[in-house]
Nanobody, 122 residues
Framework: QVQLVESGGGLGSPGGSLRLSCVAS????????MGWYRQAPGKQRELVAD?????KYTDAVLGRFTIPRDNAKNTLYLVINDLRPEDTAVYLC??????????????????WGQGTQVTVSS
């Protein structure tokens, strides 16, 4: 089965940097859209950045976040620079994936990871 697993979260200091990883594993025929979302306590989940043919960032992270993608490793990264307390949230990865093998006929499905906590505090 297809799985998305995030890692790399933790405690960061204001002005510091973190790199999160999202690895897709299992029987995969192809991956289309991938994206990073975040959900802060008491707030709705919001799209941070996503990539398909183009890369887009929400205004709040523009210039500080980047999302490099390694297609050979089925991995999407989230590089966070200039950490701010308002970046504190659970960060989740999502991907539109067409499974391979016997599940190919299911077509493209959206998968989510379990999330990784980022806390920014001095």
């Amino acid at each position: 089965q297809v799985q998305l697993v995030e890692s790399g979260g933790g405690l960061g200091s204001p002005g510091g940097s973190l790199r999160l990883s999202c690895v897709a594993s299992g029987s995969i025929f192809g991956i289309n859209h991938m994206g990073w979302y975040r959900q802060a306590p008491g707030k709705q989940r919001e799209l941070v950045a996503d990539i398909d043919d183009n890369t887009k960032y929400t205004d709040a992270v523009l210039g500080r976040f980047t999302i490099p993608r390694d297609n050979a490793k089925n991995t999407l990264y989230l590089v966070i620079n200039d950490l701010r307390p308002e970046d504190t949230a659970v960060y989740l990865c999502s991907a539109d994936i067409r499974p391979g093998g016997t599940y190919y006929c299911r077509g493209v499905q959206t998968y989510w990871g379990q999330g990784t906590q980022v806390t920014v505090s001095s």
